[in-house]
């Protein structure tokens, strides 16, 4: 069983920048793909960005077309916990960001292909 707590929401004008954080507690965390994902009010759960373990032991990272250049996901094995730096940011971007975990080995922006999710952290971007 894996716990996730994310962090680091908040209310913010257009064009600045927010971290968030998921510390990731139980399973092995080095392991899991891990993904950010974000809901909108009266819209659906969508993939915002992954970091997902590859056969060569390295990660590969993902991205929301409409979030690359803008945001970027990272890791800490040694902390178990996985930020997304959010620059640029745009009043589209306001949502409910939740982090999510999974044993996948591939690209996926299925959330019902992730096992674990945090509880979610608001972020409100004003124009």
């Known amino acids: 069983q894996v716990q996730l707590v994310e962090s680091g929401g908040g209310l913010v004008q257009a064009g600045d920048s927010l971290r968030l954080s998921c510390a990731a507690s139980?399973?092995?965390?080095?392991?899991?793909?891990m993904g950010w994902f974000r809901q909108a009010p009266g819209k659906e759960r969508e993939f915002v960005a992954s970091?997902?373990?590859?056969?060569?032991?390295?990660?590969?990272?993902y991205y929301q077309d409409s979030v690359k250049g803008r945001f970027t996901i990272s890791r800490d094995n040694a902390k178990n916990t996985v930020y997304l730096q959010m620059n640029s940011l745009k009043p589209e971007d306001t949502a409910v960001y939740y982090c999510?975990?999974?044993?996948?080995?591939?690209?996926?922006?299925?959330?019902?292909?992730?096992?674990?999710w945090g509880q979610g952290t608001q972020v409100t971007v004003s124009s």
């Open positions: 139980g399973g092995t965390f080095r392991r899991y793909a």
């Open positions: 999510a975990a999974s044993g996948i080995w591939y690209r996926s922006t299925n959330p019902a292909d992730y096992d674990y």
């Open positions: 970091s997902v373990l590859s056969p060569g032991n390295t990660y590969n990272t």
